[in-house]
């Protein structure tokens, strides 16, 4: 079972080694024998490898991603520059800025590699459209107690929230402040949500739903009203 590309080349020079201790089919000697005895006559192979790589411009869209073998990545900064150079080896990349400054490196799509997400930028860009944090490809990503702790329907709580976790995120990863979560609450927050955990129609403008229970009309009174 091959588990990526570098495995691959492993089992392929494994098998070549393996290979190279038979007999050569018409000499009778070994073939790392004749290898050997062949290097004496080959050209040195050069000291610094070829750079193979392939270069071409893109930009950056709102939310700070740029888009690399069809895929959508996130880029640090990317969106201060109209134009961006990415340069692609057969097996990672790199993205920098017009003025020469690398701004992220990373495997490519297709290499299937897990690659950090930079909570730091993204909660940064949270902070300025907070509308669009259950909309963003990145809100699957976050545990499920954080999750929750964002997705309330006031845009004000929700910038709250999200400057909360800036304040963590420098310290802690996120999986960190998941499994700390109530510890890393704050007090006002730690109320609000014992709340919403014992009252199932908890409200994020904290509205007194027992006010309006009380303006319904009496049983009686409806039977009075059906008669």
């Known amino acids: 079972v091959v ?3 570098t495995h691959l080349r492993e089992l392929l020079f494994k098998h070549c080694q393996d290979d190279h201790l038979r ?11 004749l290898i050997k005895e062949e290097k004496k006559y080959g050209l040195a192979f050069p000291e610094k490898e070829y750079p193979v790589f392939n270069k071409s411009l893109a930009s950056a869209n709102k939310y700070g991603e740029a888009k690399i073998d069809g895929k959508q990545i996130h880029i640090p900064n990317s969106y201060h520059y109209t134009q961006l150079h ?5 097996d990672n990349f790199k993205v920098i800025s017009p003025q020469g400054e690398v701004l992220y490196k990373g495997p490519r799509p297709y290499m299937s590699r897990s690659r950090e997400i930079p909570w730091q930028f993204i909660l940064k860009n949270w902070m300025r459209k907070p509308r669009s ?42 999986q960190e402040i998941d499994e700390r979560f109530y510890e890393l609450l704050p007090v006002d927050d730690k109320e609000n949500e014992n709340e919403s ?26 039977k009075g009203e059906e008669v």
Do not use: C
């Open 3 to 5: 588990q990526d590309l």
């Open 23 to 33: 007999m050569h089919y018409k000499k009778g000697i070994r073939i790392a024998d």
């Open 86 to 90: 990415v340069i692609k080896y057969w």
């Open 133 to 174: 944090i259950t909309y963003s490809r990145y809100f699957p990503y976050l545990p499920g107690r954080i999750a929750h702790h964002l997705n309330s329907e006031s845009m004000k709580l929700r910038k709250e929230r999200v400057d909360w976790l800036q304040s963590l995120i420098i310290k802690y990863s996120m």
């Open 197 to 222: 955990l014992h009252d199932p129609i908890a409200h994020p403008y904290d509205v007194n739903w027992s006010i309006y229970d009380s303006l319904q009309p009496l049983n009686h009174s409806l």
